[in-house]
């Protein structure tokens, strides 16, 4: 007989990339959907994991990560944000962003607690808060800049409130933090026993000259911060999974008592490569130029569209109004477009827990030109 399964995430189906990236696999439709580069990473740095692997570092490397590639990030943070983090108890690697974040909500969360959550946002926070019987609060970011609204932040603290999640710059909407939220979230924790989660897994795609609002920035929020990063997104080798949780040497302490029987340690050769290829600014400085170029080149693109597209400031993404156009639901406006126009997108009502439709889908811009260009001439005749 099967035992009888009580499902512990019964809300959750197949994540929306899956699901849209294996329809436009099937329709042969231009991928513009989920969140991935169609060019190559560099040849360097995967020459330098051919050498790794050919100089046999194919063992285990340490539970915390091999130590010249903390040695080499931690340089980087002081390079980029002014903040000595010591290599050795402040920084572990992973496998991915999305994983040291389901661990940092796993190392702090117990049943009850309450964590603050920004919707739209990434699709995997809310079901990682309630595997771990923490409760969801939800703020909806203000609809069409996406901006927080820190009054009602403060409302909707309470003396449960264990985490506020805060991802810069942001899928799917490519908005980013400013100076004015720092402040308003330093007044809001600041004497309380609340943690920050600070997903900067796009930390070097900022655009118009604004400057990334890391939590490393910020001694004071920086203790009571996990903040986590992908080398995927930066060295557009998303298949890697490859990333990294820096965070106070307590927290660390409590993060790898979580990590080292779940994961325990990551790809060695990846790793040796990348301690290298790190200190090459150039490789991460030049990243957001390159991709405000994609941006604008899709934007004007677009001009003859009957899209609206909203602004944005950083990350891969940027979102577009299609009421011009339909008054379909995002869902099925998303499929109806892959199947009919071939071009697929991302609906951004499945980053709302209750699917809120503002009939706004997400265009991920970190493509080739040429897939650009193929895409928006299939998009203007909508
Ligand atoms: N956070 C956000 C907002 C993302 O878009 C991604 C990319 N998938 C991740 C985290 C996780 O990245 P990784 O592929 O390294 O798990
Ligand atoms: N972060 C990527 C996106 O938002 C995809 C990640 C994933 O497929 N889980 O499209």
Same mark, same amino acid.
């Given at each position: 007989m099967t035992p009888v399964m009580h499902s512990k995430l019964p809300d959750v189906g197949t994540t929306i990339f899956t699901v849209m990236s294996g329809l436009a696999a099937k329709l042969n439709a231009v991928n513009l959907g989920q969140g991935y580069p169609d060019y190559s990473m560099s040849p360097e740095l995967v020459r330098l994991v051919d050498d790794a692997m050919k100089k046999d570092f194919n063992q285990y490397v340490p539970m915390q990560g091999y130590m010249p590639l903390r040695e080499s990030l931690a340089e980087k943070v002081e390079f980029l944000y002014g903040t000595a983090i010591n290599p050795d108890s402040q920084i572990t690697i992973t496998p991915g962003g999305t994983y040291a974040i389901y661990t940092a909500l796993t190392t702090v969360l117990e049943p009850g607690d309450e964590v603050i959550i920004f919707q739209p946002g990434y699709d995997s926070y809310i079901p990682n808060v309630e595997i771990n019987g923490a409760i969801a609060v939800l703020v909806d970011l203000k609809f069409p800049e996406y901006k927080i609204d820190w009054n009602e932040v403060r409302q909707k603290i309470s003396p449960r409130t264990k985490m506020i999640m805060l991802n810069s710059p942001h899928n799917p909407t490519g908005s980013v933090l400013r100076k004015e939220d720092i402040d308003q979230l330093r007044s809001i924790v600041k004497d309380t026993n609340i943690f920050i989660l600070s997903? $900067?897994?796009? $930390?070097?795609?900022?655009?118009?000259?604004l400057q990334h609002q890391s939590m490393l920035r910020f001694p004071d929020l920086m203790e009571r911060s996990f903040v986590c990063f992908s080398f995927g997104k930066t060295y557009h080798c998303t298949g890697w999974k490859l990333g990294y949780c820096i965070t106070s040497p307590e927290l660390t302490k409590e993060f790898r008592k979580v990590h080292q029987f779940n994961c325990f340690s990551c790809h060695s050769p990846s790793q040796v490569a990348l301690a290298s290829f790190l200190k090459n600014k150039d490789a991460y400085l030049s990243l957001g130029a390159v991709m405000q170029e994609k941006r604008d080149h899709f934007i004007n693109l677009m001009k003859g569209s009957r899209f609206n597209l909203l602004d944005s400031k950083g990350s891969y993404f940027i979102c577009a109004k299609y009421d011009r156009i339909s008054d379909e639901k995002d869902t099925d406006f998303a499929i109806r477009i892959t199947k009919e126009h071939g071009v697929a997108v991302i609906p951004v009502s499945v980053f709302y827990k209750h699917g809120i439709d503002n009939k706004v889908i997400r265009f991920c811009f970190c493509k080739k030109n040429e897939t650009l260009e193929a895409a928006v001439e299939k998009l203007i005749r909508i």
């Open positions: 997903d $900067e897994v796009y $930390e070097h795609l900022m655009f118009d000259g």
